[in-house]
Every structure is written in structure tokens, then in C-alpha cells.
Nanobody, 126 residues
Framework: QVQLVESGGGLVQAGGSLRLSCAASGRSFSSKAMGWFRQAPGKERESVAAISSSGTNTYYSTSVKGRFTISRDNAKNTLYLQMNSLKPEDTAVYYC???????????????????WGQGTQVTVSS
């Protein structure tokens, strides 16, 4: 079992930056692939970024590539999402997710992940 707690969300102006964190507790964080998803009001949950257990492989959705960076610190059991050049369309609840497998598989979908956090709100004003 893995418990995930996101933090770092908030209100930011367009063009600004935020860094999300996801603290994991439970078993074997370092053996699990991780991901960030987001869900805007009235829309389906969508993938944002994912990272393999070792951090060697990463994936980004087209909409965030070049602006967001996913990383992890296995010694601290923590996943990060650095978000730069934020846009109003990035406004959503952001979720951290863990996959039992150590690898990431494209396309990244909700069904690939086994554990979820409660989410943190990110609001980008224009």
C-alpha cells in the first residue's frame, strides 16, 4: 500500500511558476513508476508527466512539454513537478499517482496507475 500527499498548489499569475511535491509513504517508493495528472472542471483526468522508478525515463504531454519538469528523490520518497511559464489553461486539480510497475508505458493513462493522492489545486490567472 502507498499513501500519496500532494502539496505546493496555489494561485499564480500567467507566466509564473509553481513546484508541486508528492510525499509518498508505505512500501517501496523507489520501485514504482510515478505520474502527475490533472483534471479541470467538467473535463476528464489527463496525464501531465510520468517518470520511471529510477528517474531515467520521463514522459510529458504535448501541452506541457518544455514548460514542466518531473523529477523524483527516492531517498526522500518524494515526487516533484516543476511548472514554469504557466498558462490559464493549466488551471486544474493536480494529482500524484503511483504505479506498481517500475516502468512507464506510453500512452500514459489513468488505468495504468494503482495509487492516487487527493490532489492539489493550481489556479493560473490571466
Amino acid at each position: 500500500q502507498v499513501q500519496l500527499v500532494e502539496s505546493g498548489g496555489g494561485l499564480v499569475q500567467a507566466g509564473g511558476s509553481l513546484r508541486l511535491s508528492c510525499a509518498a509513504s508505505g512500501r517501496s517508493f523507489s520501485s514504482k513508476a510515478m505520474g502527475w495528472f490533472r483534471q479541470a472542471p467538467g473535463k476528464e483526468r489527463e496525464s501531465v508527466a510520468a517518470i520511471s522508478s529510477s528517474g531515467t525515463n520521463t514522459y510529458y504531454s504535448t501541452s506541457v512539454k518544455g514548460r514542466f519538469t518531473i523529477s523524483r528523490d527516492n531517498a526522500k520518497n518524494t515526487l516533484y513537478l516543476q511548472m514554469n511559464s504557466l498558462k490559464p489553461e493549466d488551471t486544474a486539480v493536480y494529482y500524484c499517482a503511483a504505479r506498481i510497475s517500475s516502468i512507464i508505458v506510453v500512452p500514459i493513462t489513468v488505468k495504468l496507475f494503482d495509487y492516487w493522492g487527493q490532489g492539489t489545486q493550481v489556479t493560473v490567472s490571466s
